[in-house]
């Protein structure tokens, strides 16, 4: 146990955040994302896992240390829903109020067509594949700065 570090963070997670640079993105995806093949075509090549938590507990963690991008409005991104894009099933709300209560501010997180989001989740730098079952629990962050002290 490391102190004011989330115990949810597992050892490979926590290398990854460090080692994501500006811009870089992660993925943070429900039980049902092809995970395992996606995560093969990502930067780190490997799939990152915290079985034990639902995406909002995971982003919850991860936000506790990862700063959202403010330079761009994909700092976050959802996955659609087939056939209902505008529709905000509780599992994305969950982790939108994690953003929110992150930033300190509300920031809707953009949707992203299900096609487009595998695509641009093989881009990323990491995936974390959460124990989520509810559907539609697909996240994408974009990594922003911390500034120098005043």
Known sequence: MLKKIDNRLNAEVLYALRAMGHGDTLVIADTNFPSDSIARQTVMGELLRMENLTCAEAAEA??????????????????????????VPPVQAEVQAAID?????????????????????????????????????????RKGVIPPEA
């Open 101 to 141: 209560l992150a930033e300190g501010r509300s920031r809707p997180m953009i949707g992203i067509e299900r096609f487009d989001f595998y695509e641009r989740a093989k881009s990323a730098y990491a995936v974390i594949q959460t124990g989520e079952r509810r559907f539609y629990g697909c996240f994408i962050f």
């Open 62 to 87: 991860v936000l506790s240390l990862l700063p959202l991008d403010t330079f761009v409005d994909d700092f976050a991104g959802r996955m659609e829903i087939v056939g209902d894009p505008a529709s």
